[in-house]
């Protein structure tokens, strides 16, 4: 089965607010986390990547979370604005082999105006 | 640069039918991947390669088959179609393995219908 997870299908999120987008993942060797954002039509782009060994990364309005003690991911979006609607992804691979990600189901974000 | 490209956007495949979908990366990136996305789900590996001349089976690799003659190009081959392989299929490329932290670039996908 799957080893990673999102909370919620759906999230819809004001424009001009913060988004959180969750994903718990199960395999507690996982070593590298991705977050990738796709828009309809396209193939996945990414957003941002952190190591088991960090907690906290932050991008250009981008921060992502891991809490290695409960397995969590989160992705948050500061100021969403209308282009950040797509589906989102989380992916990780384990240390046991390092060319395989999975990939969650994924959450659609919509941003409404 | 182009990136991944991918081509034919689309395709429609009668059962039985044989079909290649073609990958190529103009990144000079070792490691390609293939995989599938089916409705609402997220991405399945189906085959990867680490080289040219290296390739090996992903998560979902029945009823495909792939080469790497060359580093640019990464086919991937339906030999009998079935519905079941009726899904969005995406190419991505990485200049090493992901766990050493180097991201994988997608190509825009090809949609595949078999009926």
């Known amino acids: 089965g799957e080893s990673v997870g999102l909370h919620l299908p759906t999230l819809s999120v004001q424009e001009g607010d913060n988004s959180i987008i969750n994903c718990a993942y199960s395999n507690s060797a996982s070593d590298y986390f991705i977050w990738y954002k796709q828009e309809s039509g396209k193939g996945p782009q990414f957003i941002i990547d952190?190591?088991?060994?960090?907690d906290k990364r932050q991008g250009q309005r981008v921060t992502v979370l891991l809490n290695k003690t409960v397995k969590h991911l989160s992705l948050q979006i500061a100021a969403t604005q209308p282009g950040d609607s797509a589906v989102y992804f989380c992916a990780e691979t384990p240390r046991s082999n390092d060319y395989k990600l999975s990939f969650g189901a994924g959450t659609t974000v919509t941003v409404r105006a | 640069n182009a990136g991944v490209t991918q081509t034919p956007k689309f395709r429609i495949l009668k059962i039985g039918q044989s079909m290649t979908l073609q990958c190529a990366q103009d990144m000079n990136h070792n490691y390609m991947y293939w995989y599938r996305q089916d409705p609402g789900m997220g991405l399945k590996l189906i085959y990867y390669?680490?080289?040219?001349?290296?390739?090996d089976k992903g998560e979902v690799p029945n009823g495909y088959n792939v080469s790497r003659s060359t580093t640019e190009d990464f086919p991937l081959r339906l030999e009998l179609a079935a519905p079941s392989q009726t899904s969005v299929y995406f190419c991505?490329?990485?200049?090493?393995?992901?766990?050493?932290?180097?991201?994988?670039?997608f190509g825009p996908g090809t949609r595949l219908t078999v009926l």
């Open positions: 952190i190591r088991s060994n960090m």
């Open positions: 991505a490329s990485s200049s090493t393995g992901t766990g050493a932290g180097n991201e994988q670039f």
């Open positions: 390669s680490v080289g040219a001349g290296i390739t």
